[in-house]
C-alpha cells in the first residue's frame, strides 16, 4: 500500500516568508509525527498527534513554528517568518497507535528539503 | 550528556566483515529503535525491540535493558549496507528520541 507521502519534496524560500509543508500518513494510522534534521545534526521531535487530542507541541522550537492535522489525517506544519536556520529536512512519520508506555513501528515519509536564504 | 548515545560515530569496513554498532540511553524506554537512513534521505525502521534479541536476514539486534544498552550486528557486510543508521528511543508520548547516528561505509 502506499506510504506516508510529504510535499513538497524540495522548498527555497526567502527569509521572512511562511511556508507550508505537507504530510499525508499511512490510512488508517491514528498517529502523526513531525521530526527535523539539520545539516550535520541528528533528528529532532517537533509535534506529534494521536487521534482528535490535543497535539504534543513540546517539540516546537519557537512560536513561529504550528501544525494542524484536519479530520485525523492530512497534517500541514507551517513555519512563519523563516529564518536561515529554519534551513533543514522536515520529515514526517505516521504509526498505527502511540502513546505513554506504547511502542509501535513509526514509518517515515521521504521529508522535505527546505532551504531558506 | 545526550539520552541516547551511539557508537561510533563513523565506521568503515571492507566487504564480508562482521560490523556491530552500539547504543546506550539514559531514559526509561517503551521500546529502543534501529533506523537506516540512506543517501538521498529515506528512513527504514529496521527493528523495535523492548528485550532480547531479533534477526532480520544479515542483521541482528538485542538490547540488555537492566544495562540500557543495544547493538545492531551486520554479518557478511556488503556495500549495500553503506548508510546511517540511527538508534532512537521510545519517549514519553511515543515520539522517537534520536541518537546521532552511525555513519558505516563497506568498501568492496
Known amino acids: 500500500g502506499a506510504g506516508v507521502s510529504q510535499s513538497p519534496s524540495n522548498k527555497v524560500t526567502e527569509k521572512g516568508k511562511d511556508v507550508e509543508l505537507r504530510c499525508d500518513p499511512i490510512?488508517?494510522?491514528?498517529?502523526l509525527y513531525w521530526y527535523r534534521q539539520s545539516l550535520g545534526q541528528g533528528l529532532e521531535f517537533l509535534i506529534y498527534f494521536q487521534g482528535n487530542s490535543a497535539p504534543d507541541k513540546s517539540g516546537l522550537p519557537s512560536d513561529r513554528f504550528s501544525a494542524e492535522r484536519t479530520g485525523g489525517s492530512v497534517s500541514t506544519l507551517t513555519i512563519q517568518r523563516t529564518q536561515q536556520e529554519d534551513s533543514a529536512v522536515y520529515l514526517c512519520?505516521?504509526?498505527?497507535?502511540?502513546?505513554?508506555?506504547?511502542?509501535?513501528?513509526?514509518?517515515f515519509g521521504p521529508g522535505t528539503r527546505l532551504l531558506v536564504l | 550528556k545526550n539520552e541516547v548515545e551511539q557508537s561510533p560515530q563513523n565506521l568503515t569496513a571492507q566487504e564480508g566483515e562482521f560490523i556491530t554498532i552500539n547504543c546506550s540511553y539514559s531514559?526509561?524506554?517503551?521500546?529502543l529503535h534501529w533506523l537506516q537512513q540512506h543517501p538521498g534521505g529515506g528512513i527504514v525502521s529496521l527493528f523495535m525491540?523492548?528485550?532480547g534479541k531479533k534477526k532480520h536476514g544479515r542483521l541482528i539486534a538485542t538490547i540488555n535493558i537492566q544495562e540500557k544498552h543495544s547493538s545492531l550486528h551486520i554479518t557478511a557486510s556488503h556495500p549495500r549496507d553503506s548508510a546511517v543508521y540511527i538508534c532512537a528511543v521510545g519517549g514519553s508520548q511515543g515520539n522517537l528520541i534520536f541518537g546521532k547516528g552511525t555513519k558505516l561505509s563497506v568498501k568492496p
Open positions: 531514559v526509561g524506554i517503551s521500546a
Open positions: 490510512s488508517g494510522h491514528t498517529a
Open positions: 512519520a505516521s504509526s498505527l497507535v502511540a502513546g505513554a508506555g506504547v511502542a509501535e513501528t513509526q514509518y
Open positions: 525491540l523492548s528485550s
